[in-house]
């Protein structure tokens, strides 16, 4: 099934405890679209500058990625956005923001894009979001992500826009402030009940979690020993995710738990270097390979328990 | 196997959101022994003061813990303590501590206990573990418990005693300030080069870790909607593991894994009432459907990944 996402393409500069680049490829929309390569053919609707050279344009060429739709503003600057993370690298510190050309960003999606039967709505405006998913009627799966800014400052354009998706992938933080509930499960059923067929819970270094209609699914994180740079692990996540669904021929709750694991795994792959490096040089083998940890991680067999003496 | 947990019986004061007890019957031996006393049969090694009353002797009878080597002090009082939790429900606020009887416990253990298979050192001063586990030369499988105050104020005296145990059972921050390493995954790998066997980290609701020598296991918490009371569940989660190895006959790594699932399924029941109530009155059907309940949670089939259409 065909993917688009429609969100960001950037430059970051970043800095972690272990190192520093001063304008790496960023972007929602290129983290999403590299990670989802690997499983479908994605298409990518987003805005760029004069100053998105030859070496960015490579890497979405290099993974087939379809950019007819990344708009170029010849005149203008590509979005900018610095960060830095300390020791608990689950926050990161934004430096400064410089929106530029992604500020008049107002996507018309060429009939190409209209028939995507998958459509993820990376972090943007909420009603630019909305607009967008009510421009492809047809899409069979339509997941979005979103942030506590929008929460915050305009929750019940984000409401409305949950109520037009299939699936909402959110950290746990922004479900807490969305439901406006502390404990996860309630403020999930809470998030749920807006209509939603799956609500994915992304937690960090503890994993995430698949909510749908009658099940719960836990995936784990996998245990690195240094996260070298957490920026895009979200979008890559989700890229994992969207991307291995429209591979399927159809969303089932099968298909949903194993689209968590493929999007753990490519989440853990971005985390290790800077930007999309790591993303961007990765292989099938290591892909597998990862995929079957998981399963390691998390199986077990169900022998019927007895007890031996009498209670 | 035999199972001898040594550790407190208490009498417990709690306060929660949810309600209010002036005393109830705890401790971590008492947590513990009746968790585990579902799989195996439990040896209980503790002290209790004169105050210690039939209704609290009732509960370890209904589960058959053999309770010869609780101590009675006539005269004493028995350890009393008393906690609050808001909503974060992960941290314990202690208003008091009584410790009385338990100030002079210094177990020497009968040549039942001596012959136990499996011994469980709930939290007590690390010198007094590693003299019980003295006792115990021919046990197959030793495992402890400790907390922050030890480790800050006599981490020393905590590692002589981990050299001496087969597996250590502590949460994150616990397991981060012994090893003085922010990174769960490097944190684990410091403590278990101390020669265990197994390490399991409690992370509350993100759930437990199983470190073994070779692989890595990851255990969901039970998504609850309300977590009443957390006291007792760290020392439930050990009686439900150390109870399961118990009742089988090797310690073998698909064992542990069952034995996280059976700790977190009886931590998960702990958790819904106050003190030892739910426990208490649990039944093997409860227990077998949540631990069911933790398998559709977690597994998923693994069909090869094929790219639809060529990278």
Redesign the interface.
Known sequence: MSLTVVGSVAFDALETPFGKRDKVLGGAATHFGLSA?????VNAVGIVGGDFGSDEWEVFKR??INTDEVEIVPDGKTFFWSGRYD??MNTAHTLDTQLNVFETFNPTLSDNSKNSKLLFLANILPSLQKGVREQCPDAKFVAMDTMNFWISSMKESVIDTIKVVDCVIINDAEARMLADE?????AA?KIMDYGLRALVIK?G???A?LFTKD????C?AY????VFDPTGAGDTFAGGFMG?LA?QNEITE?NL??A???GSVMASFNVEKFGTERVDALG?PE??ER??AF???????????E???T?
Chains 1, 2 share one sequence.
């Open positions: 390569s690997f499983f479908t053919d993974h087939n020791y608990d502390p404990n996860i499960h309630k059923r937690r270094e503890y994993g979690t099940a719960y699914f836990f784990p245990p690195l020993e240094s291995y591979a099968e738990r194993r968590m694991i493929y099938y892909i597998n995929f079957a399963k390691r991680m998390t199986h077990f067999d169900d022998i019927p328990f007890r031996a003496t209670a």
